[in-house]
């Protein structure tokens, strides 16, 4: 996010797009993930827009704390950042390259990402360690939480607005040679608008694998290359925009439609992913 910019409120993907994500992602798993997670569906695609209700501004310590976990402007990041071993020092690497506001100019969606998928492996160790039911019983409530928390998050990082400086129309201090659009109701239109209308659950679940593969013990590299693939497709968002358009109120272009649902399945494909891996490296490593 540029310094001075003020922060959308709107919901990334809105909930529709959160909701179908996470649906589809959730009826790729196997039939070797545990029942008690499997029978979780409605949960956890009812946890996948949750972070964004904590966005309010009457709220103010707690809408600051996780605000900047929604986004990472990529051009304003150095690779030393990247490759940052937590998040506070990744926020020390983007003092010392010089950002003006780093934690709204950097903004902390892989570090997000890595923290709940660590989460959940936590869980899963000692969930395969528990004897006693009762305690089995609390932790797979928190397995859950913690998977439905992470598919939000997951999700976002799966529409380019949320990897770029140009998060809502291209940003005015950038060059802009190929005459983007530099409408400030880009986002919502686009993630909530168009989506709401123009993108179904079998969209996405068409474009998914029957199983998710596993990164198990692999999970940050892979994170920063989904957010990195992401940042790729900002252009082609932009280029779509400018010559079809994501018209929530008109019939959808061939090609908007298609972005859209390829951007969503992204999403919910890496999500099942992380959801088996911290699975498997629980039950290995606990």
């Known amino acids: ?58 709220l103010n ?12 402007d990529l051009e304003n990041v150095p690779q030393a950042a990247l490759d940052a071993p937590h998040r506070f020092a990744y926020l020390r690497a983007l003092y010392e390259a010089g950002l003006d506001e780093p934690e709204g100019d950097g903004g902390f ?31 797979e409530a928190r397995i859950i939480n913690d998977a439905g928390i992470l598919g939000h998050y997951v ?4 529409q380019p607005h949320h990897t770029t400086i140009h998060f809502n129309g291209w940003a005015a201090e950038a060059a802009n040679p190929e005459g983007f659009t530099e409408d400030r109701d880009f986002h919502s239109r686009f993630e909530s608008g168009f989506v709401d209308e123009h993108v179904t659950l ?4 068409s474009r998914l694998p029957n199983t998710p593969r596993s990164i198990a013990g692999e999970a940050r590299p892979h994170v920063i290359g989904f957010l990195l693939a992401t940042h790729e497709e900002v252009e ?17 272009h061939p090609e908007a439609a298609s972005f859209a649902a390829d951007r969503l ?16 490296e629980g039950r290995d490593g606990g």
Request: aromatic share 14%; no cysteine.
């Open 1 to 58: 996010m540029l310094s001075g910019a003020t922060p959308s409120l709107e919901a990334p993907w809105g909930t529709h797009g959160h909701e179908i994500a996470a649906r589809a992602a959730a009826a790729t798993l196997p039939q070797d993930m545990p029942v008690f997670f499997r029978e979780a569906t409605d949960q956890l695609v009812y946890l996948d827009p949750e972070p964004d209700r904590w966005r309010s501004r009457a």
């Open 61 to 72: 310590e707690m809408d600051r704390a996780w605000y900047f976990d929604h986004y990472i």
């Open 109 to 139: 969606l892989p570090f997000r990402i890595v923290e709940l998928q660590q989460r959940l492996v936590s869980g899963w160790q000692r969930w395969h360690r528990e004897s006693n039911p009762q305690r089995r019983t609390w932790i």
């Open 155 to 158: 999700t976002d990082a799966s």
């Open 202 to 205: 079998e969209d996405i679940a």
């Open 236 to 252: 082609a968002l932009y280029r779509i925009e400018r010559d079809v358009g994501f018209d929530p109120n008109r019939p959808a």
């Open 265 to 280: 399945a992204a999403g919910a494909g890496f999500l099942a992913t992380l959801w088996w891996s911290a699975y498997l």
